[in-house]
């Protein structure tokens, strides 16, 4: 991984100072849950070059290490810094940093409470189909999805076609927002099939106190300018948050190729 940063300036030495782009994962770098392009990782690497980039995304490493690594290529050499969970787990440079857990934070008889309440919910629902793992719990949050992660790509088209028709994940999530809104929790839908439950605060902008941290390190760059690409940044999108942040630039995209266009764009590439 330290081979793969080398090929790159250091952090502080990229010819366009100060400066780092983040990227969303799903349906920015990616088709939802699918793999990235060749061409996207090309682009990456040329932008590599110039400023420091990232990606901030909800799912765990697992799932971002299949959608932009590959068997023989660590994810972690191929961005400085990886925030898979919102940065609630982090790697800058292929080492792990500081991460939360969301067990620990909410207690193990509210999870229970929540998760029985949302299995209850779900078992209610009227959907097409359902497949499997309606709640994935993560390290920093729990993700819900009425159809079942385990759903198809054909399945997750479908069910996101219904979803918008029907608006079933942002009636749950009001359902949710009533019944459990004491505990301090979040509810941010993203992607096709699911929406994630976190505490506040716990959203994608958590990733900012890595990038922020990173002007005390002896070597470090006060990143003044920070560039955000992402798709869900509507209200109520799991990329609001940091896209209306006053410490980034946000760029709402719409997909895979679109961030290319705009990346190249923005940077001459």
């Not at 996207?40 to 995304?57: F, N, P, W």
């Not at 969301?102 to 929540?114: P, S, T």
């Not at 940044?233 to 719409?254: A, F, M, P, Q, W």
């Amino acid at each position: 991984m330290a081979e793969a940063a080398s090929v790159y300036p250091p952090l502080n030495k990229r010819p366009v100072a100060n400066t780092i782009c983040l990227f969303d994962v799903d349906g920015t770098l990616t088709p939802a849950r699918r793999d990235v392009s060749p061409e996207m990782l090309a682009l990456l690497s040329a932008l590599r070059q110039r400023v420091a980039i990232g990606y901030v995304g909800g799912s765990d490493m697992v799932k971002q290490q299949e959608q932009l690594g590959t068997a023989s290529i660590n994810v972690t050499s191929l961005f400085d810094f990886c925030f898979p969970e919102n940065g609630l787990t982090a790697y800058r440079l292929g080492v792990p940093l500081a991460n939360q857990s969301f067990i620990q934070w909410l207690g193990e008889d509210k999870y229970k409470q929540l998760v029985n309440f949302i299995l209850h919910y779900i078992a209610d629902l009227d959907l097409p189909v359902k497949r499997g793992t309606f709640v994935e719990f993560r390290n920093g949050m729990i993700n819900v999805s009425p159809i079942g992660r385990n759903a198809s790509v054909a399945e997750r088209n479908e069910y996101e076609r219904h979803d918008k028709e029907t608006g079933i994940r942002t009636k749950f999530v009001e359902v949710l927002k009533e019944k459990f809104g004491h505990l301090g929790l979040t509810f941010s839908i993203g992607g096709q099939i699911s929406f994630d439950v976190f505490p506040h605060g716990w959203d994608k902008t958590y990733c900012l106190q890595h990038v922020e941290a990173e002007a005390e390190r002896p070597d470090g760059v006060k990143y003044t300018t920070i560039h955000f690409f992402g798709d869900k940044t509507y209200k109520g999108g799991n990329d609001y948050e940091i896209y209306e942040d006053s410490r980034t630039v946000g760029h709402s995209v719409t997909n895979p190729e679109d961030t290319a266009a705009q990346v190249k764009k923005t940077f001459g590439l």
